[in-house]
């Protein structure tokens, strides 16, 4: 077995995915003819995915955001909202997720006539049905975004709707001169009602803006949180020799980060996968969580940003395990429900999967460094262990 089938075959979790940002290209054509849409700069399938990926791989996050234009356009109705919303549960089965929290903006979805409420309804409808067919959990995150002023409602909007599957509040959008701050509002109305928030914050800004997600609008998580690095002192070797306040109080408080890998680089957020302060952070026990972010866009899924991070900052298949553990504890789900899926679904994987390696040749096996287990004996040895 290769690492990209074992990561395939494993149990995994997602915990920042965005709705419109992972649509298969075939739809998005269909629903283009649907609804009169005749701005696609193509109608193949392979090369429209083609441009989305060179479109977004320009190292600039505005440049990266265009490719929404056109994904949104052609959801505009509650068949393309359900649709899309179920087919993204059935691709999460084909990756082999188990649990997902996607996210999207409602206020993209309504230029066609559509309330906040009916763009919403539809696509808890399409995951509903997803779950139902798929047997993929998953929770609906809905985005406020910065350069907006209606967040408030969108806040409210979500809390209507926690009862029927939406899990938490996040804000979105461009970075740069739009602080969270400006959003205190819609942040205090969700803490007021005992709600959860994720916040898109050091990703294309400095820490500053992830010390405002989490002190001044009260964030329980962070969406990328990957200039963090700024707060960390490393020597000459890469290894972190001080802690600033910012990177203390999170490692402290366990607050998660939700890491994107592979759309960080396109984005421009690090120069190189290399770079990525993953490593670095892994390292020093904070609780990071791996996700695809925007699946079409980057040309992505779980199992690339698994096999990612395995062939740049040496994971093993234990590691993988408790980023795995880490993202569902990290989950907007009731205490209980995240129990169920640890110790009835990701643990049993995991150890259907050891077992699978154990029972094979060891001829077989190609990836030894991989599914060693660290600090224990040669990875021969460690094959006949797992």
């Given at each position: 077995m290769t690492a990209e089938e074992i990561i395939k075959s494993i149990p995994k979790v997602v915990l920042h995915d965005h709705l419109d940002g992972g649509l298969r290209t075939q739809t998005i054509i269909e629903l283009a003819r649907?609804?009169?849409?005749?701005?696609?700069?193509?109608?193949?399938?392979?090369?429209?995915?083609?441009?989305?990926?060179?479109?977004?791989?320009?190292?600039?996050?505005?440049?990266?955001?265009?490719?929404?234009?056109?994904?949104?356009?052609?959801?505009?109705?509650?068949?393309?909202?359900?649709?899309?919303?179920?087919?993204?549960?059935?691709?999460?089965?084909?990756d082999g997720i188990c649990y997902v929290e996607t996210r999207f903006a409602p206020v993209f979805h309504?230029?066609?006539?559509?309330?906040?409420?009916?763009?919403?309804?539809?696509?808890?409808?399409?995951?509903?049905?997803?779950?139902s067919k798929f047997g993929v959990g998953y929770g609906l995150i809905l985005c406020g975004m910065r350069n907006m002023k209606n967040t408030l409602e969108i806040a409210e909007l979500a809390l209507n709707f926690r009862d029927q599957g939406v899990v938490g509040f996040d804000l979105a959008g461009e970075e740069g001169g739009y602080p969270p701050r400006k959003h205190l509002e819609?942040?205090?109305?969700?803490?007021?009602?005992?709600?959860?928030?994720?916040?898109?914050?050091?990703?294309?800004?400095?820490?500053?803006?992830?010390?405002?997600?989490?002190?001044?609008?009260?964030?329980?998580?962070?969406?990328?949180?990957?200039r963090l690095w700024e707060d960390l002192s490393l020597d000459k070797e890469g290894n972190v020799v001080k802690l600033g306040d910012l990177a203390q109080y999170i490692l402290d408080k366990r607050i998660p980060l939700e890491i994107c890998l592979l759309s960080n680089v396109h984005t421009g957020a690090v120069d190189?996968?290399?770079?990525?302060?993953?490593?670095?952070?892994?390292?020093?026990?904070?609780?990071?969580?791996?996700?695809?972010?925007?699946?079409?866009?980057?040309?992505t899924t779980m199992t690339k940003e698994f096999l990612t991070a395995v062939n740049n900052f040496d994971i093993t298949l234990d590691d993988v395990?408790?980023?795995?553990?880490?993202?569902m504890k990290s989950a907007f789900l009731h205490y209980n429900?995240?129990?169920?899926y640890i110790y009835k679904i990701i643990?049993?994987?995991?150890?259907?999967?050891?077992?699978?390696?154990?029972?094979?040749?060891?001829?077989?096996?190609?990836?030894?460094?991989?599914?060693?287990?660290?600090?224990?004996?040669?990875?021969?040895?460690?094959?006949?262990?797992?």
């Open positions: 649907d609804e009169r849409y005749e701005k696609l700069p193509t109608t193949d399938p392979g090369e429209l995915a083609a441009w989305f990926h060179v479109g977004a791989n320009k190292g600039d996050l505005v440049e990266f955001l265009k490719g929404f234009e056109h994904t949104a356009a052609v959801m505009q109705s509650k068949e393309a909202l359900e649709r899309t919303a179920f087919e993204m549960l059935e691709d999460m089965k084909n309504t230029k066609n006539g559509l309330y906040p409420e009916d763009v919403v309804s539809a696509v808890l409808e399409g995951l509903e049905k997803g779950k819609a942040f205090q109305s969700i803490q007021r009602a005992n709600f959860n928030i994720t916040i898109h914050a050091g990703e294309a800004f400095g820490k500053e803006s992830i010390w405002q997600a989490i002190q001044w609008c009260g964030a329980h998580r962070i969406g990328h949180a990957t190189k996968i290399e770079n990525h302060p993953f490593g670095i952070l892994f390292k020093e026990k904070f609780r990071v969580t791996i996700n695809t972010d925007d699946r079409l866009m980057s040309d395990e408790k980023i795995t553990i880490n993202s429900e995240r129990l169920q643990k049993p994987g995991f150890q259907k999967i050891r077992k699978k390696i154990s029972s094979q040749p060891q001829v077989k096996i190609k990836n030894l460094n991989f599914i060693r287990k660290k600090d224990s004996g040669t990875y021969e040895e460690t094959v006949y262990k797992l």
